[in-house]
């Protein structure tokens, strides 16, 4: 064996070896620093609100997967066809947060829930979405729960990096406590090291003249697995809600439930495309007697993230895949879709207005 070969080889060992130890490296660091939520964590509450939820009053909810600011119209992602991993420029974010925000104060819910609300992620140029949401509502209490929090995501290429996000929740009704649920994780060590830990936030609110208590779920389900993760997490969903119903609370659980609800009509949406994601189907018939859900399908609440928004593509894929569910103690005076174009964000607001039983 020549002496040049002998050179290649021990060159050609040694960075096999380099790149080894590199994601050895990678690996152990991601599994120490692994966020491992509780079971059930208390959340701490910020802001201020002087009003009280109260029977027969009307109460105004929204429910909203922001799309951390960054998947407005021009915006297509990775893990949904697409091609981009930071899907907007900082500039288009900027708008994205502006007229997100002003949307929400023109709306004027009394409870709004946010779904995909970054705190300092690499795709969202590190901006504390949480931090500047809140601090444009101070006659609302916030909450803010995790979901996904990673130190390095190492894929696709160029890697997604670091992701810290959860779920937000304002009130301007008066709040006893607000909570971190954890949800059944379907992803096994060493995908879980930087996989979404998905929850529940629940707030939980007096009302007025009762000893009971109004719970309000903000919700954000699975997307990515092979269904057996729905499965689990709405059945957890489930018994969650039951329980609180059992105790005579009042109970709104509302957001992106990444599935349809079994009975919605979306034949003018069927998938057809492929490459594209397709939602998982939610089968309400669990609800039983005690709950009803509601989607309402004349609007989509979510589009394809494969390509950017074009409005005029006859085929372009849309979903209906954000709703609500509510105890039969709860009168629902009106349910819809606000069709926004999905200029700052690929889902739209549903809104629902109630009223205690």
Not at 40 to 50: D, R, T, V
Not at 283 to 293: A, C, G, I, Q, V
Not at 321 to 349: A, Q, R, Y
Request: with cysteine; glycine share 8%.
């Amino acid at each position: 064996m020549s002496k040049t070969l002998k050179i290649c080889i021990r060159v050609c060992f040694t960075i096999i070896i380099i790149l080894m130890l590199a994601v050895l490296g990678l690996l152990a660091v991601l599994t120490i620093t692994e966020y491992k939520p509780g079971n059930i964590e208390k959340l701490s509450l910020k802001g201020q609100a002087f009003d009280e939820a109260g029977l027969a009053k009307e109460i105004k909810l929204l429910s909203w997967n922001v799309g951390y600011c960054n998947l407005g119209a021009t915006a297509d992602f990775f893990m949904d066809g697409g091609t981009k991993v930071v899907s907007q420029t900082k500039e288009e974010m900027n708008v994205n947060v502006s007229k997100i925000t002003q949307e929400l104060r023109d709306e004027g819910a009394d409870i709004t829930l946010l779904q995909e609300v970054d705190r300092k992620s690499y795709r969202s140029y590190n901006v504390d979405e949480e931090d500047v949401i809140s601090g444009m509502f101070p006659d609302r209490l916030s909450s803010f729960a995790y979901n996904h929090k990673a130190l390095f995501i190492p894929y696709p290429i160029p890697p997604l990096r670091n992701v810290a996000a959860g779920l937000m929740s304002l009130s301007g009704l008066k709040v006893e406590s607000a909570e971190r649920i954890s949800l059944p994780s379907p992803f096994k060590w060493p995908g879980s090291t930087c996989n979404l830990k998905r929850c529940l936030l629940a707030l939980r609110l007096p009302i007025s003249g009762s000893d009971k208590k109004l719970v309000v779920i903000n919700l954000h389900l699975e997307a990515y697995d092979d269904g057996a993760g729905r499965e689990a997490q709405n059945k957890y969903l489930i018994e969650t809600i039951k329980k609180e119903y059992e105790a005579g609370n009042y109970v709104v659980a509302g957001g992106d439930f990444n599935q349809t609800f079994s009975g919605v009509d979306v034949g003018k949406y069927e998938v057809g495309a492929t490459g594209v994601w397709k939602p998982g189907l939610f089968d309400t018939k669990e609800l039983r007697d005690d709950f009803s859900p509601y989607m309402d399908a004349s609007t989509p609440t979510c589009r394809s993230l494969d390509r950017a928004y074009d409005k005029n593509d006859k085929n372009f894929q849309f979903y209906v895949i954000d709703g609500f569910i509510v105890s039969k103690n709860v009168e629902v005076i009106s349910h819809k879709t606000l069709g926004l174009g999905f200029e700052n964000s690929d889902h739209n607001p549903v809104e629902m207005v109630i009223k205690l039983k």
